[in-house]
């Protein structure tokens, strides 16, 4: 089911998205050689907590944690663990919280200390291609006109697109309609219409595009054990206007990365 929103839900939306984005903010400074990924999650939850919010992942379908800390091969949905993070490694850190009835979700892929050119290719792309998608999400548009920008912009550089993970729509629920694949053909899939708000979430894949899911019934990873990068953000189109609710602005103050 479609849920369309008026301006107010709309930013009541854009306050919880922007709590994850200050989460983000919060854990980038963190994410550093040896660091324990258990201690980003526990940093996450108490900052969500003190402020206001509830993390949205802690206990969805049994999820045990308050971040998805995915490694390397590991496309989403990993649990934090105890094992340090290793100096070369890429972690996407996927977030929700859910403040004032309505839920933010986005997520965003770290280098960790000194990682390969081919593998920053990889992440630098995925980041391009959200981007390519949020260009299309506009009024009267349809949610293939958005699967298809990423993909071809995606395969355009020879790497994989996920197909059995998809971004989605959010409101009130972490997961609403529509369905947004991160490929497809132009025309097809719901029509944009005002007050929709949808997460797009771009997994891409270096080698090829086939997952499977790890025996803890959660993590995701490559078929091929090559790496995957993730990102996303939290999209409102209103008034006409298409509208990005979250940022990446805290985490790449953090980073000292200059735009």
């Given at each position: 089911m479609i849920y369309l929103k008026n301006r107010e839900e709309v930013e009541l939306m854009r306050e919880s998205a922007q709590m994850v984005s200050r989460t983000l903010g919060i854990i980038a400074k963190e994410i550093v050689?040896?660091?324990?990924?258990?201690?980003?999650?526990?940093?996450?939850?108490?900052?969500?907590?003190?402020?206001?919010?509830?993390?949205?992942?802690?206990?969805?379908?049994?999820?045990p944690a308050t971040l998805c800390i995915s490694i390397n091969e590991q496309v989403v949905h990993g649990i934090p663990g105890t094992k340090p993070i290793l100096d070369g490694d890429i972690i996407s850190v996927d977030c929700g919280v859910k403040k004032n009835g309505f839920h933010g979700d986005h997520a965003y892929t770290f280098c960790v200390g000194e990682v390969s050119d081919d593998v920053k290719k990889l992440i630098e792309v995925?980041?391009?291609?959200?981007?390519?998608?949020?260009?299309?999400?506009?009024?009267?548009?349809?949610?293939?006109?958005?699967?298809?920008?990423?993909?071809?912009?995606?395969?355009?550089?020879?790497?994989?697109?996920?197909?059995?993970?998809?971004?989605?729509g959010l409101g009130k629920s972490l997961h609403e309609g529509p369905e947004v694949p991160n490929y497809g053909k132009r025309g097809d899939g719901a029509k944009i219409k005002n007050g929709l708000t949808i997460a797009i979430e771009p997994m891409i894949n270096m080698g090829k595009k086939g997952i499977k899911q790890l025996s803890d019934g959660w993590t995701i990873v490559t078929i091929d054990g090559k790496p995957s990068a993730h990102f996303e953000h939290d999209i409102a189109v209103i008034d006409g206007n298409t509208e990005i609710l979250s940022t990446y602005d805290f985490i790449e103050e953090a980073l000292g990365i200059k735009k």
């Open positions: 050689p040896g660091v324990d990924p258990k201690k980003l999650d526990k940093l996450a939850e108490e900052f969500i907590r003190d402020n206001g919010g509830v993390p949205s992942f802690k206990g969805y379908h049994g999820f995925t980041k391009e291609s959200l981007y390519k998608g949020i260009e299309q999400a506009t009024l009267n548009n349809r949610i293939g006109d958005i699967s298809f920008a990423i993909q071809s912009y995606a395969e355009k550089h020879g790497y994989g697109v996920v197909r059995e993970l998809v971004g989605h």
